[in-house]
């Protein structure tokens, strides 16, 4: 069963505001990443955990926190978001990391609006 | 660096033509992975095919076939007697030896038509 699945599918939130966005995965895989996408582009990655440790960067603003409570679940904490920051979040998994042949697993993606 | 092109950004056809997508690809790496992914509108990125560099081997599966040739960086995908429920966004990506990041070309909108 290669499913990831993200909560909420849409979110909307002020710019004040301080949510959460989840993704859960039970295919024993090894690394987690999120993704933003804007409309009519391709994901841009944001972030990979690698057996729970952050491994990438992509020079994300802090307004973006990244947690991985264990090996099956990853979370993006957004906090003082802009309008900018709308868009399309997408999780996904994968059962190796680094070196090797392998794929990622998407999620269905989290809508996010910032008001 | 690594780079990949898909210079189709939209294709529209009738339903039960063929229809060839189009991915050229840029890497130094002498290992790499290629990938297709297909985005409908709900937005989840399904995972369609990976070919390893040193595998050359075209692939069909169902309607779906995909041609890899490593002399033109290519690797095009091909939906014979398309379906509505092609329509979709299509992604062609690249990844390195090393490392987990997937580096994707600018994706083709392809429209089925009925």
């Known amino acids: 069963d290669t499913e990831v699945t993200q909560t909420p599918k849409h979110l909307v939130m002020g710019m004040t505001n301080k949510k959460s966005l989840k993704c859960e995965q039970h295919m024993g895989h090894r690394a987690m990443y999120w993704y933003k996408q804007k409309a009519k582009k391709p994901p841009e990655l944001m972030f990979v955990y690698s057996y729970e440790k952050l491994s990438i960067n992509e020079s994300v603003p802090s307004r973006f926190s990244p947690e991985c409570p264990n090996s099956s679940l990853l979370n993006l904490h957004l906090h003082a978001l802009q309008p900018e920051d709308s868009a399309l979040y997408l999780c996904?998994?994968?059962?190796?990391?680094?070196?090797?042949?392998?794929?990622?697993?998407f999620g269905p993606g989290t809508r996010l609006t910032v008001t | 660096a690594q780079k990949v092109t898909q210079a189709q950004t939209e294709i529209s056809v009738v339903e039960k033509e063929d229809v060839t997508l189009d991915c050229v690809y840029e890497t130094r790496d002498t290992t790499y992975y290629l990938f297709w992914y297909k985005q409908p509108p709900s937005g989840e990125l399904v995972f369609l095919i990976r070919?390893?560099?040193?595998?050359?081997q075209n692939e069909i599966s169902g309607r779906y076939s995909w041609n890899f040739q490593k002399s033109t960086s290519s690797f095009n995908f091909t939906i014979t007697a398309s379906q509505v429920v092609d329509s979709a966004v299509y992604f062609c990506a690249l990844r390195g030896e090393y490392g987990n990041k997937l580096v994707f070309g600018a994706g083709t909108i392809l429209r089925v038509k009925s």
């Open positions: 996904a998994s994968s059962p190796g990391q680094g070196k090797g042949a392998y794929e990622q697993y």
């Open positions: 070919r390893n560099s040193f595998d050359e």
